[in-house]
Nanobody
Framework: QVQLVESGGGLMQPGGSLRLSCAASRSGFSIMGWYRQAPGKEREFVASITSGSSTNYADSVKGRFTIFRDNAKNTVYLQMNSLKPEDTAVYYC?????????GGQGTQVTVSS
């Protein structure tokens, strides 16, 4: 069983920064990424990174969020800068290995003054 454990969420004022972490229980993921779900809204893609470190971002976070991974630690990070109230959501880590997607339990990010 593959486990993904997210951390780093919390409350932040608009314009602030947070870094989310997602630690995987094994190596070998071809793609790791983040999705988010705000109250009353559907889950949406945020960012992803391949094993070769190619990245992809949602238009809403481009230039503000950065995804990167530490393969030695089986961990993916999401650096979130210039946070906006509309970034408030539960953030979920996902990972693809051997054709199967795995997901974490999520971490709450709240952006409010």
């Amino acid at each position: 069983q593959v486990q993904l454990v997210e951390s780093g969420g919390g409350l932040m004022q608009p314009g602030g920064s947070l870094r989310l972490s997602c630690a995987a229980s094994r190596s070998g993921f071809s793609i790791m990424g983040w999705y988010r779900q705000a109250p009353g809204k559907e889950r949406e893609f945020v960012a992803s990174i391949t094993s070769g470190s190619s990245t992809n971002y949602a238009d809403s976070v481009k230039g503000r969020f950065t995804i990167f991974r530490d393969n030695a630690k089986n961990t993916v990070y999401l650096q979130m800068n210039s946070l906006k109230p509309e970034d408030t959501a539960v953030y979920y880590c996902t990972a693809l290995v051997a054709g199967t997607y795995y997901g974490g339990q999520g971490t709450q990010v709240t952006v409010s003054s």
